[in-house]
């Protein structure tokens, strides 16, 4: 098992093959098959079952009628990447498969919510014997719901060890010839069947029996068509879904699923599972991004449980670098709408202009449809518990951070004058809210947390009420540190750096624009800034055995500081990576969080879970950690965290994101799709290739060198920068001693650096290179780089070796 300390000292690049078989990886309980922004959540289960809100439904096998079992069952996707689940399980000599996916009845996209959504489903039974004639029986039930740990019914959230719990339903009633294929819930017509023409049908009031005989090699099919709304389907729409051909509906779902692919950027490496993976994550993303019933926007949920505004600057800044601006517009309107409505956990004063997260989906529209949707599931339990929801001091930062980078990105002058008022109001709520800190001690002297935002939460988990600390920052009589008080004190990492990002990003972008509070701001963020600084330089620790920085002021580390605490410095760009603080930093996660397991930086530390000791996060931090790395051209560690993520941060059969996992069992896994991690996992990938830092765009930096071997291939298309748009060809012909690099730049609206990293699989130094046919002499052969400025146009470099 290989070590950050260890690629590097002995420039060793980890493959994925290689950091994945230590560990089978978390499974999936839910990869989910619905359509994008459909309210209807459809997943399909471990034991092949369906599972949504309306009409789940199972399968039983054989005579007499048996589960399936789970542990045996294997799943994959459609080639690889798409949401079109195939779960396959064999018992010689039969070998069952199934294809799920979902499609609109009679739309081709969803627009208000309400479009009919149909969960299409083939069962395929074949006989593997090439000799003997076999028989087989298949069973469904429809509406059922076998219950299992960790997953809906309530509650669903927990990372409780999967387990399926419940059994096959008995059978009601005697068998009967079908009188038609149709399918109902009580009075409801919910779907249909078809089963090839050889199989033999039954009916019980609560089941259905297929019963065939398969010759050597044969195979026969079952299909259901199935909707996943409670209220069922009109004769109208029943009568589309008999005319609905399977194999076409299948096509038209693929063709659906590419677009949408095609909408942003596309990335295609010589490593069939990182494109897998990048493809996978941005359709994922896509299932989640809730249309609001009726509405113009969509709603940005973090897994079914509801809107965390810093989750959403995470998922909203990263879809925004690979293209999809459109779809993060309208999840900024939704944050529009409730301004003002979810204040902080905190010592805040108004609540006047915050952007808050959200328990119960306000506004959505399907808070009350908890017949079909998991949203209204949710909003109904949590009715009245609106207060409870876990508000972070950081959320309006968060947000105003996305409008300000949205800006970046499309330099859409009159949709920033058309939301400016909202911003300015959230700008001036942070403002507003330092004035209480800016106090002084009874020497005259600033107090340590001088012009942070004032005390509030940071994590989830907190219970207790706030309490404030006395000027000199002592804590209240009778106080004791544990994860349950995370309230008392200042975050100026977690909490202040990311609303001095954000309050910083929309007075750049408003001073832009010309707009008249754009000066006022940026000087409002400039002394934002210096106040975070001159906290820094007074907390500085220089201690081997501690970070640079604390956590929080006044109390020690608490359990999620691998995350809030100064990696998140780094994150918004106060600890430059270059800089020997990142090294302090660095050593304390090898002992603190990482503990010797390959390239993951965030384990868990006493945080009330019984897992914890064993326990990961993942794919919260190993971004960070990368991009840090590739600054400091220490591409092996990189590497070593971006295999760690992309090999420990899903369900490798399903590729499903999850928030943590445990090294020893893989049931340990949420039910929920992790919303913010997925883009996550997109962002690490995009900057392997393309990223950038400062007034610089840095290609190639993270590409491991096999990437390059002879005839290899790397492309980027439809690439996003704040300044440009670019295509990337990369063409090995190592061959014969040279790479062949094409750069397509368009849009080009600012001056940007450019080093593109070309490291050869060998690693021979350089000898020449040429652009668009002459020499060129700006390179560094010890650096593998190539130095340039961004020119419009097509650029052609030939590496000579």
Known sequence: MKSFD????????????????????????????????????????PDMGIGMVAHGMTFGIGEPMQQIPWREVRRSRARGYLPIIISTWSKPPLLYTQTAFAILLGANSVRSGHEKQVVMIEMDLRNTDLVETNSATLWFFVPCTIPAKGIPPFPYCTYDLFEIVGGLPALSGPA??????????????????????????????????????????QNNMVRLLLSSSAEGLSDEHMAN????????????????????????????????????????????????????????????????????????????THLDSIGYHRDVRRCLEYFLQIQDRFPPHGNYKSSKGVFGGTYGFEESGWETDDASTLYGQQATLNKGKEGQFPNWMNGTGAILYIFGNHYLYTKDREWLQRVSPALVRACDWIISERQSTKQQDSQGN?????????IGRAYDTAEEAIQKLTVDGELPEGKTDDRHAPLDTYYPC?????????????????????????ERLLMEAKVYRDDILEVMRRTRMTAPNLPPYPERLYRPPAWAEFATGCLSYVDTGFLDPRSPEFEQ????????????????????????????TDSFYVNFSEDIWHRGWLLRAEVEKALLAFYSMLAYGMDKQTLITVERFHLYDQRYAPFFMDTSESPRVCGLIRQAL???????????????RRWLEARKKIEVRHGITTAAKLNLT?????????????????????????????????RLKMKQVRLNGNAWSGFESDREEINFTLQPGRSEFVVLY
């Open 6 to 45: 260890f690629v590097q000292e002995n420039s060793y690049e980890v493959t994925y093959d290689e950091v994945a078989k230590h560990y089978g990886g978390p499974m999936s309980k839910h990869p989910v098959i619905n359509v994008k922004g459909h309210p209807e959540t459809v997943w399909v289960r």
């Open 176 to 217: 009967t010839e079908p009188p038609h294929n149709l399918l109902r819930d009580g009075t409801a017509a919910v779907g249909l069947y078809r089963a090839d023409d050889s199989i033999r049908v039954a009916c019980h009031k609560n089941a259905f029996r297929f019963n065939m005989n398969l010759g050597p090699g």
């Open 241 to 316: 879904l008999q005319a609905l051909d399977f194999s076409s509906a299948l096509d038209q779902r693929i063709l659906d699923l590419e677009t949408i692919l095609h909408e942003g950027t596309q990335i295609d490496v010589p490593e069939p599972v990182v494109n897998h993976i990048y493809k996978a994550q941005i359709l994922d993303v896509h299932a989640q991004l809730l249309q609001g019933a009726d509405k113009a926007y969509c709603v940005p949920v973090q897994g079914y449980q509801g809107v965390w505004p810093w989750e959403a600057m995470k998922l909203a």
């Open 446 to 454: 600033k107090v340590l947390h001088y012009g942070l935002l004032p």
């Open 494 to 518: 977690w909490t202040d750096s990311y609303s001095s990002q954000g309050l910083t990003a929309v007075a750049e972008a408003l001073a832009e624009i010309g707009h008249p509070e754009g």
């Open 585 to 612: 930093l660095e050593a304390y996660m090898k002992v603190k969080w990482n503990r010797g397991v390959v390239g993951l930086t965030g384990g868990l530390d006493k945080n009330g879970d019984a897992y914890a």
């Open 690 to 704: 393309l990223f950038e830092a400062g007034d610089t765009v840095y290609l190639l930096a993270g590409a491991p």
């Open 730 to 762: 990369v063409q090995s012909e190592v061959d014969q001693d040279k790479i062949l690099v094409e750069i397509v730049c368009s849009y080009l609206i600012a001056d940007r650096k450019l080093r593109l990293r070309v490291p050869h699989p060998s």
